[in-house]
């Protein structure tokens, strides 16, 4: 089956203006934009036939190509990467069985992430879309209930069924557990990483579907999917020793950065 994986980065971000573009410095005092760096993690994925970066930004598509990334023009109006990667496959004249959207925003995704994802949907014929969900350590757990007390908007988490068929994603951290982790210890609340592995049908579909309240309440794209009926498999992946986490705000540079100095990451 060919595998494209898209790219959707943006410049005008509502809660960081500008993120892709955004250095980040890693483990050898190296310096790459975000945007290179979610690039070079894509490229490490086996199996994939075509990676391209989306955007409607010149600032961004000069950045991209000037790394040798492949770039695809898309227009102002989508609303969120799953839009743009419907756009972009439609550009490239489709073709792919299997398109995954690596956001623009997640350098930290372990190669193997998006291969037990793209496996996970060849798994199970009738899904439609997948993601790839992350069991939090009480570590990651404190973290996301520290930035939901500083009224920041941190990880998403992700709720599903015996099936593994998702029941909900907020950017809450549910499910409500009352009780106290250790660092390295199991809970039962799941980080949802940032990656979706999608049917072309299915996402060719996705712009003409209504947006639903709970979507604009989290601003959450794969909320569209389950408020139309449409089910999204969770994929339990593993961390192997690799810490994760996505860039949403500006206080996340930091983070991002010691953990690719503890992980040895360049």
């Known amino acids: 089956m060919s595998v ?17 573009l955004v250095a980040l410095t890693g483990a050898t005092g190296q310096q790459q934009t975000l945007i290179e760096r979610s690039w070079r993690a894509a490229c ?19 950045a991209a190509e000037g790394f040798g990334a492949e770039v695809v023009m898309t227009s102002e109006t989508c609303a969120n990467g799953t839009e743009r990667c ?6 490239l004249c489709g073709g792919y069985d299997i398109v995954v959207n690596l956001q623009g925003d997640a350098p930290l995704t372990p190669y193997w992430f998006v291969e ?20 939090c ?13 500083a009224g920041r ?26 009780k106290s982790f250790a660092p390295d210890d199991p809970s039962p609340v799941f980080h949802h990483v940032g990656v979706y592995a999608y049917r072309p049908e299915a996402l060719a579909a996705y712009p003409d579907w209504p947006t639903g309240p709970l979507e604009q309440l989290e601003g959450l794209e794969q909320l569209r999917f389950l408020e139309n009926g449409r089910p999204v498999l969770c994929v ?10 996505e860039l949403n705000n500006p206080e996340d540079v930091p983070k991002l950065e010691a953990m690719m100095a503890k992980m040895g990451l360049e």
């Open 116 to 135: 037990s994802l793209v496996q996970g949907l060849k798994d199970r014929p009738q899904a439609e879309i997948a993601t790839p969900v992350l069991r």
């Open 236 to 245: 339990e992946v593993e961390a192997k020793g690799r810490e994760f986490w």
């Open 86 to 91: 419907a756009e972009a496959h439609a550009a």
């Open 4 to 20: 494209l994986i898209v790219i959707p980065a943006r410049y005008a971000s509502t809660r960081y203006p500008g993120k892709p």
């Open 137 to 149: 350590d009480g570590a990651t757990l404190n973290s996301l209930l520290a930035d939901r007390k």
């Open 153 to 178: 908007v941190g990880g998403t988490t992700a709720v599903f069924g015996s099936d593994n068929s998702a029941l909900y994603f907020s950017k809450e951290v549910i499910p409500y557990t009352g």
């Open 44 to 62: 490490a994925v086996s199996g994939v036939d075509r990676v391209v970066v989306a955007t409607d930004d010149a600032r961004i598509r000069g």
